[in-house]
């Protein structure tokens, strides 16, 4: 038999399956995988269902229906001042990881260099390999999570084609602040690339902290895909419902890629959506002030249990250093230990790094419902005492 595509065939099964169906063999607390085991929002849900029934059900728009890109549209002028004109710099997509790939797709050729900042979204990597182009990676450290400026600077270069950035930051929950994203802009001009910005926790910041997308700093407005997530902003992962806004050049070779991968996304879906996005401020506050406390429960517990709890400013996830519980520095043994052993999952930091490997810190999700947390929370007490 003749091989299969090395670039996707030589990868093994994501951690975050691994991780689940070891947590599901065990009766273990999954705080693994990132989603949340609240239903969502009742009406939004309700109007997808009132929709599959009442509404059209074939093929919409390639771009996505008129109602979600308006809403979308208007949800960037509302939240960040950013005015997009729904019909030429507004697209969905089937999931965030789709408006990733279609924009890798559609921005990089062969040989280009594209930098990603670690740790990151596992997806990353391999979709800028399957494009044909090289990444270039540039390591955050705990606990800041903080770019050193001189190794940004040397993953540039005359080949460098795109950034993917990710803020809010899965796993780490760093928010960047606003001088490193001007220190981020400035060699982004320098170098005359794109950046594709993964922002699907734009609404998950804590503290007061406020999402700043990079879109909005000067310069960037012409440069940058903004990629959003219904499933992060209404607690509905399994919808898959994704959009991004750019600029008319960027947008038309995006959706050039888009064509060609999903096509398009279900319609009851989109107007659903479309729906949640028009909700008022007090739900997006909501949802953000719900996960500080959930944050806050499982960090508090964790700290309780002698854990070092590293800041959350954003996400879904606490990240702890287990180097005093791991003399190793093994993290993902030690993730599958805690599994088996005493019933939580957990990832390991490991897996969101291709080099400069962190692996003292494991990712707890917390966008859990009370008993959930408790519960992880006690087996872990038994575990470590």
């Not at 299969?4 to 995988?33: D, K, Y």
């Not at 000067?218 to 895909?225: D, I, K, Q, S």
Request: proline share 6%; with cysteine.
């Amino acid at each position: 038999m003749k091989p299969a595509n090395p670039v996707l065939s030589g990868l093994g099964t994501t951690i975050f399956e691994v991780m689940s169906r070891l947590a599901e063999s065990h009766e273990a607390v999954n705080l693994g995988q990132g989603f949340p085991d609240d239903p969502g929002p009742d009406d939004v849900r309700r109007r997808a269902a009132e929709l599959t029934v009442d509404g059209w059900n074939q093929y919409p728009s390639m771009l996505g229906t008129p109602e979600l890109r308006r809403a979308v549209a208007d949800h960037a002028k509302r939240f960040y001042g950013i005015e997009a004109d729904w019909s030429s710099e507004v697209m969905v997509t089937s999931g965030a990881t789709e408006a990733l790939a279609a924009s890798i797709l559609g921005l990089t050729e062969p040989g280009d260099e594209v930098v990603l900042l670690q740790p990151l979204y596992d997806a990353y990597a391999p979709m800028v390999r399957r494009a044909g182009a090289v990444p270039r990676f540039v390591p955050l450290r705990p606990p800041e999570w903080r770019w050193d400026p001189a190794e940004l600077a040397a993953a540039f270069g005359p080949r460098t084609k795109a950034v993917v950035l990710n803020d809010p930051l899965n796993p780490a929950g760093k928010v960047v602040d606003t001088d490193e994203l001007a220190e981020l802009a400035a060699l982004v001009i320098e170098h005359d690339t794109y950046v594709i910005c993964d922002e699907v926790y734009e609404h998950l910041t804590f503290d007061g902290r406020r999402h700043v997308p990079l879109m909005t700093l000067p310069g960037m407005r012409e440069r940058t895909v903004k990629i959003g997530s219904a499933g992060k902003t209404f607690s509905l992962t399994g919808w898959k419902v994704g959009y991004l806004v750019a600029a008319p050049e960027i947008h038309r070779a995006v959706a050039r890629a888009h064509q060609f991968l999903t096509y398009t996304t279900p319609p009851n879906l989109q107007d659903a959506v479309a729906y949640g996005l028009a909700k008022d401020d007090g739900y997006f506050t909501s949802l953000a002030s719900s996960l500080q406390r959930s944050r806050d429960r499982l960090a508090d517990g964790l700290r309780g249990l002698g854990l070092d709890v590293l800041d959350t400013a954003g996400t879904y996830f606490l990240a702890v250093d287990v180097s005093e519980l791991d003399p190793d520095g093994d993290d993902a043994a030690f993730c599958k230990r805690l599994t088996t052993e005493a019933g939580v999952a957990a990832i390991p930091f490991s897996a969101f790094y291709e080099t400069d490997h962190v692996r003292h810190v494991v990712r707890f999700c917390f966008c859990k419902q009370d008993a959930t947390l408790d519960e992880a929370l006690e087996r872990l007490e038994r575990y470590l005492s």
